[in-house]
């Protein structure tokens, strides 16, 4: 799995995942903070968040065309420095008014923007790792690789998010309740519908003595949002590590930050060859129209996926049970999570270990993890009180836990030469998705409908099981889907747009994360089932359709 990969990888990996912690820690709590402090509904907060993420994944495109042109290394550079501009005025205590919300507009610009300069020219240079012969085999599983290790910051972000929040809430003598920023928002609306309910809540809280109801709103409003607020600057740490890293490992990929405009300098009145022979007008033709009917699909991956962060966090919030107990519990322990993704690994080193003394110890790691993921399990209490934002560990954890089984599954079927090309896993994916958002049809059936709720949240409550069996199916739709489609990008990119073709693929995740405000614009207006049933019938149209071009696009990679 790791073995004979560049040591080049591994920097550029660890690099990312400090990027990307602190990235997911600012969007676990991110449509939290936007609804509990300027009280947006939820058609409102999910059209912000999409925004938001179609910026996010956009900014690539003109990322990749600068990066062509005056190179990767330094817009990644340049990025990082914006990012951190960006998170640091996010991090920046404001008022709920209108200066409140330029700055915070203006700090989701500035992290859009490093991102776009950020994202797709890092993985641009991992794939030119692969360009040399001697790992060309190697692409897809490497980045594989590369995608779990961007899902290990993703997978602590939630809990440093909810860890720093109710830190801060703490301090005030208050903690975290999915009923309140609705009710006080109401509150102070001058709607008392909700009072009692808020009444009973300020009761166990020390912070609330000697208020009346709209006082406490006020003063719990303010204080969630400081503690959000603080939860984004762990952005700005996380990227100070990224920087580290990047910096003091560079001799290990610098030979692959070059674009082609360099290479062809390089290559000037030397003997050396070019890295990859120059492509024909017609063969040019077809890998561009190949990659944008692969761009057309992966669109509506997208808008079904982010749901994470919109409309299944709502979900979250209003329709989940806020506690959970027996075996459950273990998931809602990062830590427990932690040793039981790292046992995974091991547990596959006892196979693949060329010897018997590293069978040997792996038995030994496999079984002392387990037994650590237990203690901790039964050290928790019964029940445990959960927030909205920890089931976007889930996703994550999957990705880190199940990359080792996607990694063996399919390095069996390319021995035997039945490994399906990197556009039929995309369709696969597609297939797959359906079945996750199937199973939240399944776990919405007999419930009211947002409307009806009006922004409160439901009196019937649904086990967590039925969001976290929707994660783990959505996340083997996205390890068929997500890093395949970055290798065969490319792979196949003309070398003179790799930039650029980068770019196109996470302009197309933007646009998709642009329509995950669909959902979210019906939230209020139908069924629950019906919202879930939308997704299913695209994820199914767009199987459909890559799977009818699927000669075509084959045939690009030959």
């Known amino acids: 799995m790791f073995k004979n990969q560049p040591k080049g990888l591994f920097a550029l990996a660890l690099a990312n995942t400090g990027e990307r912690f602190g990235y997911y820690t600012m969007l676990a709590i991110f449509l939290l903070f936007i609804q509990a402090k ?93 360009d040399d012969p001697k790992y060309a085999d190697k692409r897809d599983s490497a980045f594989s690789l590369f995608y779990m290790a961007i899902n290990i910051g993703a997978m602590f972000a939630p809990s440093m998010a909810k860890a720093v929040t109710n830190f801060f809430l ?30 009973a809540l300020m009761g166990s809280m020390s912070g609330a003595s000697g208020m009346d109801v709209t006082q406490f709103s006020g003063m719990y409003i303010e204080k969630l949002s400081t503690a959000y607020n603080y939860g984004f600057g762990v952005a700005c740490i996380s990227l100070i590590v990224s920087v580290l890293i990047y910096f003091s490992c560079r001799s290990w990929f610098r030979h692959a930050d070059v674009n082609a405009k360099q290479l062809a300098k390089t290559a000037v009145g030397s003997a050396a060859k070019p890295a990859e022979p120059e492509l024909s007008k017609e063969q040019t033709k077809s890998r561009i129209t190949a990659l944008m009917l692969v761009f057309a699909v992966v669109i509506f991956f997208w808008m ?52 018997r003394k590293g069978r040997i110890i792996s038995g030994i790691a496999t079984a002392v993890l387990w037994g650590g993921a237990y203690a901790l399990y039964a050290g928790m209490p019964d029940p445990v009180k959960i927030q909205p934002s920890d089931f976007q560990q889930f996703n994550p954890f999957f990705v880190v836990a199940l990359t080792p089984v996607s990694l063996a599954i399919f390095g069996v079927l390319a021995r035997k030469g039945k490994e399906p090309s990197a556009p039929r896993k995309i369709g696969m994916g597609m297939l797959v998705a359906a079945i996750g958002f199937l199973i939240m049809t399944m776990g919405s059936m007999g ?44 792979k196949v990119a003309p070398p003179k747009y790799k930039g650029a073709m980068m770019g196109c693929w996470f302009a197309a995740t933007a646009i998709g994360n642009y329509l995950v405000s669909i959902p979210g614009l019906l939230w209020d207006k139908i069924p629950l089932w019906g919202v879930w049933s939308v997704l299913i019938a695209l994820c199914l149209v767009s199987a459909v359709f890559i799977f009818s071009i699927m000669k075509k696009l084959e045939s690009a990679t030959r």
């Open 447 to 490: 419930l009211a409908s947002p409307k009806e709720l009006g922004g409160a949240v439901s009196d019937t409550l649904v086990s967590p099981n039925w969001l976290i069996s929707t994660y783990l199916v959505l996340t083997f739709a996205e390890l068929l889907l997500s890093p395949m489609g970055i290798s065969f990008v490319s």
């Open 170 to 199: 703490g301090k005030s003598g208050l903690f975290y309740d999915a009923n309140i920023p609705a009710i006080a928002h109401q509150i102070l609306d001058g709607n008392m519908e909700n009072a009692d309910k808020l009444t």
């Open 304 to 355: 079904a996926f982010h749901q994470n962060g919109a409309t299944l966090t709502i979900f979250a919030r209003d329709y989940t049970s806020h506690d959970v107990s027996g075996l459950t519990r273990i998931g809602f322990n990062i830590w427990s999570l932690a040793l039981i993704a790292v046992s995974i690994y091991t547990l596959f080193n006892i196979f693949q270990s060329e010897s």
């Open 38 to 130: 300027f009280g947006f509904d939820a058609a409102v907060a999910t059209q912000i968040y999409s925004i938001f993420l179609a910026g996010v994944y956009f900014m690539p495109l003109f990322g990749g065309m600068l990066a062509d042109r005056i190179g990767f290394g330094r817009c990644v550079t340049l990025g990082i420095a914006v990012m951190f501009l960006g998170y640091l005025c996010l991090a920046i205590p404001t008022g709920a008014d209108t200066m409140g919300k330029i700055m915070m507009f203006g700090a989701l610009a500035l992290i859009a923007i490093g991102t776009g300069l950020f994202k797709g020219n890092l993985q641009v240079m991992v794939g030119n790792l692969y």
